[in-house]
Protein backbone atom coordinates (compact mmCIF):
# COMPACT_ATOMS: atom_id res chain seq x y z
CA UNK A 1 0.00 0.00 0.00
CA UNK A 2 1.46 3.69 -0.81
CA UNK A 3 1.05 6.23 1.49
CA UNK A 4 -0.71 9.35 0.48
CA UNK A 5 1.17 12.29 -0.19
CA UNK A 6 0.64 15.48 2.44
CA UNK A 7 0.12 18.46 0.46
CA UNK A 8 0.90 22.30 1.55
CA UNK A 9 -0.92 24.74 0.59
CA UNK A 10 0.40 27.62 2.12
CA UNK A 11 -1.11 30.58 0.33
CA UNK A 12 -4.70 29.07 1.65
CA UNK A 13 -6.58 32.05 3.84
CA UNK A 14 -8.99 31.77 6.01
CA UNK A 15 -12.78 32.31 4.78
CA UNK A 16 -13.88 36.08 5.22
CA UNK A 17 -17.14 37.62 4.73
CA UNK A 18 -17.74 41.49 4.23
CA UNK A 19 -19.95 43.12 6.46
CA UNK A 20 -21.18 46.98 7.03
CA UNK A 21 -21.23 48.03 10.83
CA UNK A 22 -21.43 51.55 11.68
CA UNK A 23 -19.48 53.01 14.14
CA UNK A 24 -19.18 56.69 15.68
CA UNK A 25 -16.53 58.53 13.46
CA UNK A 26 -14.44 59.96 16.52
CA UNK A 27 -14.10 55.53 17.41
CA UNK A 28 -13.11 55.31 13.75
CA UNK A 29 -10.45 58.20 14.14
CA UNK A 30 -9.25 56.70 17.13
CA UNK A 31 -8.55 53.26 15.52
CA UNK A 32 -6.64 54.58 12.48
CA UNK A 33 -4.23 56.65 14.85
CA UNK A 34 -4.12 53.89 17.05
CA UNK A 35 -3.00 51.36 13.78
CA UNK A 36 -0.82 54.49 12.38
CA UNK A 37 1.15 54.88 15.31
CA UNK A 38 1.69 50.99 15.25
CA UNK A 39 2.19 50.60 11.21
CA UNK A 40 -0.70 48.32 10.51
CA UNK A 41 -3.94 48.79 8.22
CA UNK A 42 -6.69 49.75 10.90
CA UNK A 43 -9.17 46.99 9.65
CA UNK A 44 -6.46 44.68 10.56
CA UNK A 45 -5.89 46.32 13.80
CA UNK A 46 -9.93 46.48 14.29
CA UNK A 47 -10.07 42.56 13.60
CA UNK A 48 -7.45 41.97 16.47
CA UNK A 49 -9.28 43.86 19.20
CA UNK A 50 -12.27 41.92 18.12
CA UNK A 51 -10.51 38.72 18.54
CA UNK A 52 -9.04 39.28 21.86
CA UNK A 53 -12.34 40.12 23.18
CA UNK A 54 -14.04 37.43 21.95
CA UNK A 55 -11.19 35.23 23.30
CA UNK A 56 -11.98 37.09 26.87
CA UNK A 57 -15.99 36.56 26.87
CA UNK A 58 -15.20 32.82 25.49
CA UNK A 59 -12.41 31.97 28.67
CA UNK A 60 -15.47 33.77 30.52
CA UNK A 61 -18.60 31.59 29.49
CA UNK A 62 -16.87 28.51 28.06
CA UNK A 63 -18.83 28.69 24.68
CA UNK A 64 -17.29 25.00 24.16
CA UNK A 65 -15.59 26.89 20.94
CA UNK A 66 -11.69 26.65 20.35
CA UNK A 67 -10.00 29.89 20.12
CA UNK A 68 -9.41 31.58 17.20
CA UNK A 69 -6.85 31.36 14.46
CA UNK A 70 -3.64 33.87 16.21
CA UNK A 71 -2.98 34.64 12.51
CA UNK A 72 -5.66 37.41 11.09
Known amino acids: ?3 AKRTKLPNLK ?21 ANKRDVPYQSLLKVFL ?3 LEK ?14 RL
Not at 14 to 34: F, G, H
Open 1 to 3: MVA
Open 14 to 34: PSLRTISVRLPVAMIEDLKIL
Open 51 to 53: AER
Open 57 to 70: ERGRGGWGRPPLPS
